[in-house]
């Protein structure tokens, strides 16, 4: 993690890393002016928090209240050498414990991140630099080592190289990448977690099973959603892009809906609007950018290459942001390497849709063939023994696409996780089954996978699949586990060159009677497709294009980033507005308008719901207010202080709308309950002095929200990239 150090005034400084500032200071004895604790203090303090967040997981998993458990630090000094130090920590715990849980805490308290680091002895290189920004690959750990050259199945160079090469695009474009977390819970499984340091939303996570094949996993991801604009998804760009000469591509262009909002002519082709547009309902109106919210100049399409006959059609940037996610996207060392894997997800989670919307039992991988995988034996057999029951499968459906599974089932809970992978080698598809399925995850994250079901409702309901494909939570069949199966085993093969590889997986794709769209992305140095297949390889229904569409934020973003400056009558306009759309009152308004607050402040919490709250109060309507603050107080999982603040107004509109009450024979204990400042805010909002009480003013400019400038100014040395190459 990357952490920038600015110097404040007299012995005051300021840290700062992702959405989070940390001042230090030093002891009046020491010159400073004691007015935060010392950059010692913070580490001493790191350890013994550390400690109790483990005791904590380790109780939340076994519902195990905390309230009597205490936890304490000192640190010993040895008076010879004050920097030989005992930490001995102490924990407190009732008789109501087991000695068993007891000595499970203990054992959580050893697993300290803090303690762990410290005991194995980090090591620390000091040195200067020309430029803190330009060292853009400084946090990269994993080096290639001497001339060493290690190739794996379906890589077309080694990984070393691959790595180098990779590195080398992104130290081009100005990022710093970091790794953020490694995870190794059982052999052959590896996975990390790496991401932009001056940007962290922009994040992937690679798996694979050695170190190097991870972190060629992780960067690949990395570049491949970079060059198809995946992180800034839904996300607003800024005036300054949204009035520029492209805003996605140099290569988009633009349409204005027709005559009564129809579709313009230019977009998509016929089969594309057969299945987008079947009932004609679909208007241009729909497809609008979401990222430049520019209506002025309409719809923002990007050209893709029709394989049956290599036509170029123009599909609109917010059919595919609506519609595919990060599906249909891959980067590689070779165009065929790139859509071989690019083909494969789209299969894994084509298939795993079909599997689980229609409750498929399939048939277990024999021992015999397992054997042929040692490596994939050793990681099953590793999890077993940690007593995780592991189911290995066959998703081919009879050998008609690539497709494996790995099926974990939890006994401490009884809830199971399916996860599939797919390549054209059986032995690759296995392996990335099983290191998906750890990918990220400690044993406790085992713990948050749900209980199979009988209900066909609950596994084919659209949103399941969503879950699924974003983190696998969603629910499957207990027919799922069936030893009947629905197809006999095949040990299928679709290996080859990477060209053999890609040919066929096109194929296949044919033979379903599909059509495939292909685009190509070579601006940052490596080949990227994204492949779409119409009415096959969407994530979301095509029915969000009408229904649920990102670019409702173009209704609401102007007039809430400007909340603070709006009349009475614009305040009741949006209001409406909100009411009328049906929208879900606890939809966060991060999603509605496509604006990364700072999840650690108010805005960042913000509902629909609790913005429709202080619309009433701002324009006096307290009746309303007080039916809306009742909801909010019912399902609120907003901070306790919020929490608390809302239980004030609540009591504040029950006095003021009693005629036999007087506020003023209630202020002193209500202080006394709730803190004069939290009053002051309390009686300002319900009298309308204070309006938006915890939202800091912004505007259209994005003034003050620092996180999402970062995305921005992210997407800027992409976009720069964009637009000093196509002037070559």
Not at 307 to 312: K, P
Not at 635 to 662: K, M, P, Q, S, W
Not at 672 to 700: H, I, K, W
Request: proline letters at 5%; aromatic letters at 10%.
């Amino acid at each position: 993690m990357e952490i920038k150090v600015n110097f404040l005034d007299n012995l005051r400084l300021e840290a700062k890393f992702d959405d989070f500032t940390v001042i230090t200071d030093q002891p009046i004895r020491y010159k400073g002016d004691g007015s935060a604790p010392s950059p010692f203090d913070y580490f001493l303090a790191s350890s013994a928090l550390c400690a109790a967040y483990f005791v904590r997981v380790y109780c939340l998993a076994r519902d195990i209240p905390t309230d009597n458990i205490r936890l304490s630090q000192n640190n010993i000094v040895d008076p010879e050498n004050r920097y030989n130090q005992i930490f001995k920590i102490q924990v407190e715990l009732p008789e109501s414990i087991s000695e068993k849980d007891r000595d499970g805490i203990l054992r959580s308290i050893e697993r300290c991140t803090v303690k762990k680091v410290v005991q194995t002895g980090p090591e620390f290189q000091i040195e200067t630099v020309e430029n803190l920004d330009e060292d853009a690959q400084a946090l990269l750990m994993v080096k290639p080592e001497g001339e060493s050259s290690t190739f794996i199945p379906g890589k077309d160079l080694p990984l070393e190289q691959t790595i180098a090469n990779m590195t080398q695009m992104l130290a081009d474009l100005g990022m710093k990448i970091e790794i953020a977390s490694w995870r190794n819970l059982v052999p052959h499984v590896w996975s990390l977690h790496i991401r932009d340091a001056a940007s962290p939303m922009c994040f992937t996570n690679g798996k694979g099973s050695t170190k190097e094949s991870a972190l060629c996993s992780a960067l690949g991801e990395f570049i491949e959603r970079l060059s198809c604009n995946f992180f800034y998804n839904d996300q607003y760009f800024g005036e300054d892009i949204a009035n520029s000469a492209f805003v996605h591509y140099p290569n988009e262009r633009w349409f204005k809906p027709g005559a009564d909002d129809s579709l313009p002519k230019g977009i998509l082709d016929d089969y594309c609007l057969e299945i987008y547009n079947p009932d004609g309902e679909l208007g241009g109106s729909n497809l609008i950018d979401t990222n430049s919210g520019n209506e002025a100049r309409g719809i923002c399409a990007l050209p893709f290459v029709r394989q049956s006959d290599g036509e170029v059609v123009y599909f609109p940037s917010n059919l595919i942001e609506n519609l595919y996610l990060s599906n249909g996207m891959s980067a590689g060392n070779t165009l065929y390497e790139a859509q071989v894997q690019c083909l494969s997800e789209i299969f894994e989670r084509a298939v795993k849709k079909e599997i689980i919307e229609n409750e498929l039992a399939l048939p277990d991988v024999p021992i015999e063939v397992l054997n042929k995988y040692p490596s994939l034996l050793e990681g099953i057999k590793a999890l077993e023994e940690q007593g995780y029951p592991v189911l290995v499968k066959d998703a081919s459906l009879g050998g008609q696409f690539p497709v494996a599974c790995v099926t974990l089932m939890n006994p401490r809970n009884g809830g199971v996780f399916a996860s599939f992978g797919a390549h054209p080698s059986m032995e690759i598809a296995l392996e990335r089954s099983l290191t998906e399925l750890l990918q990220g995850r400690s044993f406790e994250g085992m713990n948050d996978f749900q209980p199979p079901t009988f209900s066909g409702l609950a596994v084919s309901e659209p949103n399941n699949f969503v879950e699924h494909f974003i983190d696998s939570s969603g629910v499957i069949s207990w027919r799922f586990f069936s030893n009947k199966a629905d197809y006999d085993f095949c040990e299928w093969d679709f290996s080859g060159t990477n060209q053999e590889e890609a040919q066929r997986l096109f194929a296949i794709l044919e033979d379903l009677g599909k059509e495939v769209y292909m685009a190509i992305h070579q601006d940052l140095g490596a080949p990227v497709c994204r492949i779409l297949v119409p009415g096959y390889s969407e994530v979301y229904p095509i029915e969000d294009l009408i229904w649920d569409n990102t670019n409702k934020a173009l209704d609401y973003r102007d007039d809430i980033l400007n909340l603070h400056r709006l009349s009475d009558a614009q305040l009741a306009a949006l209001f409406e507005r909100l009411e009328e759309s049906q929208l879900d009152d606890y939809m966060d308004i991060i999603t509605l308008i496509g604006i990364e607050f700072d999840e650690n402040t108010e805005w960042g919490q913000l509902t629909i719901l609790e913005l429709k709250l202080l619309i009433h109060l701002a324009l006096g309507q307290h009746e309303e207010a007080l039916e809306r603050v009742e909801q909010f107080l019912q399902y609120n999982t907003n901070t306790v202080a919020r929490g608390l603040f809302y239980r004030a107004i609540n009591a504040v509109l029950e006095i003021t709308l009693d005629d036999e009450l007087a506020l003023e024979d209630f202020l002193p204990n209500l202080v006394r309950m709730f803190g004069q400042e939290t009053m002051d805010a309390v009686v300002g909002s319900v009298t309308g002095e204070v309006r938006f009480y915890g939202l800091t003013p912004t505007n259209s400019q994005l003034e003050g929200l620092d996180k999402h400038l970062r995305l921005i100014e992210s997407y800027k040395k992409l976009h720069a990239a964009r637009a000093a190459k196509a002037a070559v």
